[in-house]
């Protein structure tokens, strides 16, 4: 019986490891590209897992980056349309529950505007990027660092 347990554990653990490997950060870019300058931030990542229309993704921003002036979300490859509000240090970008599901392992892309960027742009700066479902599970999280468009 103990051993049928420790079966069933690791095979639990092995696909929730499996699930968040399939997960790929690529970039965050900043348009335009300029010290201490608003921003449209562009987000970029392989999904490992379906996006529902209410899948919210949160960035906790460095201090340095101004949200004062945030306007809104977009997306080429998610539909349906965003909100965007801050909550403590991090700045949330919600589905509004309309738009198509989206299936797993695509390229996925979510643009913020407008995001104050710092003075010193030689810096490195990260980024930890969630990714939440209806009941605010993370379905992943990681870290990107600012890079210019190329």
Do not use: C
């Amino acid at each position: 019986m103990i051993a049928q347990m420790k079966k069933s554990l690791f095979m639990v653990l092995l696909t929730g490891v499996l699930s968040l490997q399939a997960q790929s950060l690529h970039r965050v870019v900043a348009s335009p590209f300029e010290p201490a300058s608003p921003s449209v931030l562009r987000f970029e990542w392989d999904n490992g897992g379906p996006i529902t229309p209410l899948w919210r993704l949160g960035v906790v921003l460095p201090p340095e980056f101004d949200r004062t002036q945030l306007l809104l979300a977009a997306s080429r490859s998610i539909n349906g349309g965003f909100t965007v509000a801050n909550s403590g240090d991090t700045l949330w970008a919600v589905r509004s529950g309309a738009g198509d599901r989206i299936n797993a392992a695509e390229r996925m892309d979510l643009s913020v505007a407008s995001i104050g960027l710092p003075s010193d742009l030689q810096k490195s700066y990260p980024f930890i990027f969630i990714i939440q479902d209806s009941s605010r599970r993370a379905l992943f999280s990681g870290t990107m660092t600012l890079s210019r468009e190329e």
